[in-house]
């Protein structure tokens, strides 16, 4: 069987260890039915799956952070893609004619594999710190780093934020 994570032609890797400057509390995780092998690999696949019994389980000390948020709200998430090689700074997707930077690309394979991604909150549990939303593209358990909402006077990109 290949390593899913041995590098195609074109790519190449990190020569020097990644040393930790931060540190991050992951407040909960994501939950889903995606495992490793069938993971969409992106939120418009996800979404055209079924969304992958997709929600967000949160830590006992970071519930409380949850209450002004209602079902129907857009929500921006960061998870942190914890099985995703940190090492691979050139990559040749499977869909591009020629390899790229990886900080051109979506891809889970980057120095620190933060993913974002702009969901719909579907039900809302505060007590029991659960958040249902519409899809992921996240492996079942990857950590969850934090939840924004999604604002249009603040995150549409400046070309289109409507005129004041």
Partial sequence: MRDRFAPRPGESRLTEVLGAD?????????????????????LRQARKRGGGNAR?????????????????????????MDRAPRDLI??????????????ALRSPARPNPVALAVVRCVSLDSDAGVVGIDAIDAVDGTPLLDIKPWLPTVDLPPEELPER
């Fill in 22 to 42: 931060a540190t991050l509390a992951f407040i909960g995780r994501v939950r889903s039915a995606w495992r490793l092998d069938d993971c969409p690999k992106n």
């Fill in 90 to 103: 050139r990559q040749h997707p499977r869909h591009r004619d020629a390899p790229a930077g990886t900080f």
């Fill in 56 to 80: 967000l389980e949160l830590a006992a000390p970071f519930r409380a952070g949850l209450e002004g948020l209602s079902p129907g709200d857009a929500l921006v998430l960061l998870y942190w």
